[in-house]
């Protein structure tokens, strides 16, 4: 058997590797500012969705350019998850300083077009407060916006009354106001730090 | 949904189906031009396309939608990229299809592909290949990478892209055909010890995250899941798909090397160092 163990080895490749894994590295430093926040920056590409919204007209990501956006997705029949975020991102809209209010936009996307007619988006998100636009499509118009931001979502078996479950991401995208994805902010980190963040965004980038 | 839905890819990427359709023509265009006594057997032929097929298939097909939102699918995505595809690719030896097509090179183009040679070479030290193999699962399995890379399309296509081509380099170290004896190639004792090398340290971390109590890649969490599954069962899945079948490709492995050892013993004279410097 020839289990060539000779230590005469060239340690040129070594070097070269040492060489690339260094160059390599020093490409991954950087300096910016932290976020409470997951930083998106560079990861995702910029708003854009062609969607109705609450009125039943026909919308487009520039229709709310200028502002900070905060994109959630959900459906208005969910018993927990957006609830509980809708209240934690209203919250923390209030906690902004009084200048930067309507400086923010909460978009809510709901996944389920069939159960959330324009009038029943309306009546949910106005429930939660006002600078809050509701959002909907057909499902290919959803699944192709969760597919740009890299999410999903799915229907559950209706039961004998015909209601069902949807699973969806139970993040929050936030686009500065040039469209950019800036933040990925999970609702129970609590709606101060989320403020925060807002806070930077909107004065960041005015 | 049709079965077209789940043949067609969730997110096509012309380079890749570019790239796998130019693999698998200039194989088949090879095979057919190639004299007859060079032709590998029909068994290393349906190896090889088996295995291309099946890195297509978790790059290119529904089951890339299944492996972006759901963590146990994605760790059996990486073990045919990094493994399976990339080890039938290597048993089935395409060396005499790659030789064909080198000597129709023109010389002016084999002169521009010499980097190329030296780039592999430099990789396929085998303690370089040992810690890029390795390197590359931990890398992308770093929580917060893993993080970005869900996150990211671009990132996404790089880390499933590195992990296949990384595979071939790996898999193709380990399996090379030529007697280490009579040529360059890796001898068998090193063959054998890189192997388990990575076995072992595929085990710390694939036990890492089966024995992880926490949430360790919560992407999955946050961008949903493709079907609802509790997510300690899903890190489970993945976790013994990261530590069991790495494991046991690298126990396999070393038994085909020590296998391939013993039919070659003997068979070549021992070789002087002069003789072993022409043959490289």
């Known amino acids: ?206 | 949904m049709s079965l077209l839905d789940y043949l067609l890819p969730y997110d096509f990427s012309p380079l890749t189906v570019l790239s796998y359709m130019l693999v698998l023509g200039f194989y088949g265009v090879g095979l057919l031009r190639m004299p007859d006594e060079d032709r590998p057997g029909g068994l290393r032929i349906f190896a090889f396309v088996l295995g291309v097929m099946i890195c297509y298939g978790v790059m290119q097909t529904r089951f890339d939608y299944y492996a972006q939102y759901m963590f146990f699918v994605h760790r059996g995505q990486h073990l045919i990229l990094h493994h399976i595809g990339p080890i039938l690719i290597a048993l089935s030896n395409p060396l005499p299809i790659m030789r064909f097509w080198y000597a129709k090179m023109s010389p002016g183009l084999k002169n521009a592909l010499r980097p190329v040679g030296w780039m592999y070479q430099v990789l396929q030290y085998p303690l370089i290949a040992l810690i890029l193999f390795v390197g590359l699962i931990y890398f992308w399995l770093w929580p917060s990478i893993h993080f970005d890379a869900m996150l990211s399309r671009d990132l996404y296509w790089i880390m499933n892209w590195s992990m296949l081509l990384d595979g071939l380099l790996f898999w193709w170290l380990v399996f090379d055909p030529r007697p280490p004896a009579i040529t360059s190639s890796l001898g068998y004792g090193r063959r054998m010890l890189v192997l388990a090398a990575a076995g072992v340290l595929q085990m710390f971390l694939g036990a890492w995250i089966v024995f992880s109590r926490d949430m360790v890649y919560d992407v999955y969490e946050v961008c949903g899941r493709a079907w609802p599954i509790d997510p300690d069962v899903d890190q489970l899945l993945g976790g013994m798909l990261t530590y069991i079948p790495p494991a046991m490709m690298s126990v396999l492995g070393i038994l085909l090397i020590l296998r391939r050892a013993m039919h070659q013993d003997g068979k070549y004279p021992k070789p002087s160092r002069q003789s072993k410097e022409t043959t490289q």
């Open chain 1, 1 to 206: 058997m020839s289990f060539g163990f000779s230590k005469k080895q060239a340690s040129r490749p070594l070097a070269i590797f040492t060489i690339m894994l260094a160059a390599f590295l020093a490409g991954c430093s950087d300096n910016q500012i932290s976020y409470n926040g997951k930083d998106l920056s560079g990861l995702m590409p910029e708003l854009e969705f062609n969607l109705i919204n609450s009125d039943g007209d026909q919308v487009t990501a520039e229709d709310y350019s200028g502002k900070v956006r905060m994109m959630f997705f959900g459906f208005t029949s969910c018993p927990d998850i957006c609830p509980t975020a809708m209240q934690t991102l209203s919250r923390a809209k209030s906690g902004l300083p009084p200048e930067l209010q309507d400086d923010v936009l909460m978009l809510f996307v709901s996944v389920d077009p069939e159960r959330d007619t324009p009038e029943r988006l309306d009546k949910y998100v106005s429930f939660f407060g006002e600078n809050i636009v509701g959002l909907t499509g057909t499902e290919p118009q959803l699944r192709e916006l969760a597919k740009r931001y890299r999410t999903t979502f799915g229907y559950g078996e209706p039961n004998e009354k015909g209601n069902y479950d949807v699973s969806h991401s139970s993040a929050v995208y936030i686009f500065d106001r040039q469209g950019q994805a800036r933040l990925l902010i999970r609702p129970d980190q609590g709606a101060e730090k989320i403020s925060q963040d807002l806070i930077a965004l909107a004065q960041g980038n005015s």
